[in-house]
């Protein structure tokens, strides 16, 4: 089948199943899905920038995805006055000083000679540094923390719009990219993945842990919707809209929780077309050439005087960035920030299967992976309670085997999910929409 033809067939199968669960469930299901399809489908673009631009290996996704909602809370909830009259200044400081320490350091190793004189400098100024920071820090902490603890017990954000907080969520995630590829990019390629790993397990840490900044598993809630998104105690309170409502025939309650939702998939959806534009456009330009070119043969292309590392660490930090816009996004939705929710089950293998199902290397194969991979996710676990009644529906109440084959549906998800890998695999080995 010519890829022409078959290409928009495959988004219109998996638009259809979204038509086809708001008749058979709700319309507020269906947006949902379609809301939570349009991000999925940025994490994957940002990973495919990665793994099929230039086959550089992040298994860390899960904490560029919580820098993203870090950076939406930090720029949009209001600043807590009362916590920073107790701590905030101390608390800036020290993490002024410790970024201080950090610079001297770095300068030390690089003016002086190796050897005793280097390695003894470089300890004592770290040591000191490190109690200074403990000294300032420590006390400023626990007086911020102990502010409203059940209610706030941390600094806040600045109150600007949550808008402003997605690219400020992108550039956190591209900063601590752009950490761990100076450290890890130069190394082999099991080094990255051994990295980006081990520096997400330090970012969930952190946010579970760090009360004064993200209020650790305490959630940050109620963060603003951008303002383009009225809440939907609003819309029934206008006079218009439920004239509108009145005309359709449609309940007031679902008719708000509905346009909501149209209006969150209109606001992703544009975010998404104008990624992938640039995606495509980066894709096909000789960037882009260049790009494939060092994945495919990176010592050839070394040879050609080309900068691998540079390009890599270029790349890495672009996709890393796509995906902490993506998480700010799904932390706006959700209204919330809940750093115990960050499993890798969901934000590390779930974006890697949609990669690889949609098309490693082809922007549109990722996009249609990630509300593929998504929708299934999603609705197999219900639609596999509905199959498993069905083929009980013969068998007595009180039956073992048919207790255990109800029960067996909640396994459904990850049976899906290999399932599905294994059959495109063997059967499309690139992909739904493969790599041209």
């Known amino acids: 089948m010519k890829p022409a033809f078959k290409n928009p067939l495959l988004f219109g199968v998996v638009f259809a199943l979204i038509v086809t669960t708001g008749f058979m469930q709700s319309w507020t299901v269906a947006l949902k899905l379609l809301n939570m399809g349009l991000i999925s489908a940025i994490m994957a673009l940002?990973?495919?920038?990665?793994?099929?631009?230039?086959?550089?290996?992040?298994?860390?996704?899960?904490?560029?995805?919580?820098?993203?909602?870090?950076?939406?809370?930090?720029?949009?909830?209001?600043?807590?006055?009362?916590?920073?009259?107790?701590?905030?200044?101390?608390?800036?400081?020290?993490?002024?000083?410790?970024?201080?320490?950090?610079g001297a350091a770095?300068?030390?190793?690089?003016?002086?000679?190796?050897?005793?004189?280097?390695?003894?400098?470089?300890?004592?100024?770290?040591?000191?540094?490190?109690?200074?920071?403990?000294?300032?820090?420590?006390?400023?902490?626990?007086?911020?923390?102990?502010?409203?603890?059940?209610?706030?017990?941390?600094?806040g954000g600045l109150g600007?719009?949550?808008?402003?907080?997605?690219?400020?969520?992108?550039?956190?995630?591209?900063?601590?990219?752009?950490?761990?590829?100076?450290t890890a990019l130069g190394l082999r390629s099991d080094y990255l993945a051994i990295a980006t790993l081990g520096i997400a397990e330090i970012i969930i840490a952190v946010l579970k842990n760090e009360d004064w900044?993200?209020?650790?598993?305490?959630?940050?809630?109620?963060?603003?919707?951008?303002?383009?998104?009225?809440?939907?105690?609003?819309?029934?309170?206008?006079?218009?809209f439920l004239s509108r409502m009145q005309a359709l025939g449609v309940d007031p309650v679902t008719g708000s929780s509905v346009a909501v939702k149209?209006?969150?998939?209109?606001?992703?959806?544009?975010?998404?077309?104008?990624?992938?534009?640039?995606?495509?456009?980066?894709l096909h330009s000789p960037w882009g050439r260049m790009m494939r070119a060092i994945r495919d043969n990176e010592e050839a292309a070394e040879a050609m005087g080309k900068d691998v590392t540079g390009r890599h660490l270029q790349i890495f930090v672009l996709g890393s960035a796509v995906v902490g816009i993506a998480g700010a996004m799904m932390t706006t939705l959700d209204g919330?920030?809940?750093?115990?929710?960050?499993?890798?089950?969901?934000?590390?293998?779930?974006?890697?299967?949609?990669?690889?199902?949609?098309?490693?290397?082809?922007?549109?194969?990722?996009?249609?992976?990630?509300?593929?991979?998504?929708?299934l996710w999603v609705e197999v676990?219900?639609?596999?309670?509905?199959?498993?009644?069905?083929?009980?529906?013969?068998?007595p109440e009180g039956s073992a085997l048919k207790q255990h084959l109800i029960e067996s549906a909640a396994h459904m998800r990850l049976l899906t999910m290999g399932l599905i890998l294994l059959l495109v695999l063997r059967f499309s080995p690139r992909g739904l929409i493969p790599e041209r």
């Open 262 to 282: 149209l209006l969150y998939a209109v606001l992703f959806a544009l975010v998404l077309l104008a990624l992938i534009w640039l995606s495509q456009k980066a």
């Open 160 to 182: 600007l719009p949550v808008l402003i907080g997605w690219p400020v969520g992108g550039l956190l995630a591209a900063g601590a990219a752009w950490i761990v590829g100076k």
């Open 336 to 375: 919330q920030l809940t750093p115990g929710t960050y499993q890798p089950l969901r934000f590390t293998f779930l974006i890697w299967v949609m990669v690889v199902v949609g098309g490693s290397g082809n922007n549109w194969g990722a996009v249609l992976g990630g509300f593929l991979i998504w929708f």
């Open 46 to 102: 940002g990973v495919n920038m990665q793994w099929g631009y230039a086959g550089l290996f992040n298994v860390g996704i899960m904490g560029f995805v919580a820098l993203g909602g870090l950076g939406a809370v930090l720029v949009s909830m209001p600043p807590v006055g009362e916590a920073w009259s107790a701590g905030g200044a101390r608390a800036l400081l020290a993490l002024g000083v410790a970024a201080a320490t950090i």
């Open 106 to 155: 770095v300068a030390l190793w690089k003016r002086l000679r190796p050897g005793p004189k280097r390695g003894l400098l470089l300890t004592a100024l770290l040591v000191a540094g490190f109690f200074l920071f403990r000294w300032l820090f420590d006390p400023a902490v626990a007086a911020i923390e102990a502010v409203n603890p059940a209610g706030t017990g941390y600094l």
């Open 381 to 395: 676990e219900p639609i596999g309670l509905w199959l498993m009644n069905v083929i009980t529906a013969g068998l």
């Open 213 to 240: 900044l993200s209020r650790g598993v305490k959630n940050v809630t109620g963060i603003p919707r951008p303002f383009v998104v009225p809440y939907e105690i609003a819309l029934q309170r206008s006079p218009w």
